[in-house]
């Protein structure tokens, strides 16, 4: 697990392989991450905008950006965390993904930008 903590928000990722998701013979291979954000700060804060930059080991870029997360801006009280589950597809069996939030405060509607650590995307037998 990769963690980092950004003005307060702290951003934890998990990574897994998906085996049945993934055609390694036509290069390509499916990871999904969750994703956890927890507020430690004492306001409230509603996650408004997502970007990201994945990187595959034979030096492909693309960078996804969009409105919330899986369909959703939630708001994060103070003391409370937001998880969801999404999914990444690569053209080799290793690669990253790191990127950023565009958070907000509600209480009085200050945009702030949150990171999310760069971590690795890596099919089980490379690790061995």
Same mark, same amino acid.
């Given at each position: +697990?990769?963690?980092a903590i950004t003005l307060g928000v702290k951003i934890s990722v998990d990574t897994s392989y998906q085996d049945e998701h993934s055609n390694p013979v036509n290069g390509h291979f499916m990871f999904a991450y969750r994703?956890?954000?927890e507020n430690l700060t004492e306001y409230a804060v509603q996650l408004k905008r997502r970007q990201w930059f994945i990187f595959d #080991?034979?030096?492909t870029q693309r960078q996804v950006e969009g409105e919330g997360v899986v369909g959703e801006q939630p708001v994060i009280e103070p003391g409370e965390s937001h998880?969801?589950?999404s999914a990444c597809n690569l053209n080799t069996? +290793?690669? #990253?993904m790191k990127g950023n939030y565009l958070m907000q405060r509600i209480a009085d509607h200050k945009d702030?930008?949150?990171d999310i650590p760069e971590f690795e995307l890596i099919v089980p037998y490379r690790l061995n």
């Open positions: +697990m990769v963690t994703i956890t954000i #080991s034979n030096g998880a969801y589950v069996d +290793m690669g #990253s702030f930008i949150v």
